[in-house]
C-alpha cells in the first residue's frame, strides 16, 4: 500500500512538472513572437501542409497562437485541417464564409475555427473579471469592436500599472505584449496542452 501511494505521489510530481514546463515553454515562446516585425495582413495565400506558414513578415492574431505552439513542436494547422475533415459541420467554415470543404491554407489562421477546435480538445475555463482565473500560457478570446474575434495567450508578466497579467497578441501593430485583458468583451478562455483532449479529462 506505502509503494502504491509513493507511485501515485511521484506520478502526480511528474505529470505537474511537465505540464508547468509546458505552460513555461509556451509563454517564452509567445514572449519571443514579439521581436519579429509582422505587418498585419490577413490576406489569403496558398501554403504547404502540414508546417506550411505564410511569409514571416506577416500575420494576424491567429498567427501569433499557430506561431508559438508550432515553436513547440504542436503544429495546429495539420491538427485543425484533420478535425475539420473528420468533422465539418461542427465548424461555422459554410455559415461564414461559404465554403464546402475544409481548407488547409486559411481554415486555422480564423479565430471561429480556432474557438470550436479548442472547445473540442481543450480545457474550457471560466470566463470571468477575477483576473486570477487567467493562467500562464492560457488561450483568452475576445470580441472587438465592429463584431471581429480576437485571440491572444496570457503570459506570466504582470502590468506595473494594473498588477493584471499581459497578453501577447496581434491586434493589427505586430505581436506585442499589453495590458489589455480586460479591455474588451471576452468571449472564451482555455488551457491547451497538445494530446490533451476532453476524453482525457472527463
Known sequence: ???????????????????????????????????????YDGSYISIAY????V???????TDVII??????GTDLQQLIHEDMVANFK???SQRLWGLTNPDSNIDHRRVPN??????RNAIQLPVSHDA???????????????????????????????GLP??????????????MLFHYQITAHYHYLPQNTKADID
Request: a negative charge; glycine letters at 8%; one cysteine or more.
Open 1 to 39: 500500500m506505502l509503494k502504491f501511494t509513493l507511485s501515485l505521489i511521484l506520478l502526480a510530481t511528474t505529470t505537474t512538472s511537465i505540464s508547468a514546463t509546458f505552460e513555461e515553454d509556451l509563454v517564452a515562446a509567445a514572449l519571443e513572437r514579439t521581436r519579429h516585425n509582422i505587418r
Open 50 to 53: 502540414p508546417g506550411g506558414d
Open 55 to 61: 511569409p514571416d513578415h506577416m500575420g494576424v492574431c
Open 67 to 72: 506561431r508559438t505552439y508550432r515553436a513547440l
Open 90 to 92: 461542427a465548424y461555422p
Open 114 to 119: 480556432l474557438q470550436v477546435f479548442f472547445e
Open 132 to 162: 486570477g482565473d487567467y493562467k500562464p500560457g492560457d488561450i483568452v478570446t475576445w470580441l472587438l469592436p465592429g463584431n471581429l474575434p480576437h485571440i491572444g495567450i496570457v503570459t506570466d508578466k504582470l502590468s506595473t500599472q494594473t
Open 166 to 179: 499581459l497578453i501577447v497578441h496581434n491586434i493589427g501593430s505586430g505581436p506585442m505584449i499589453e495590458d
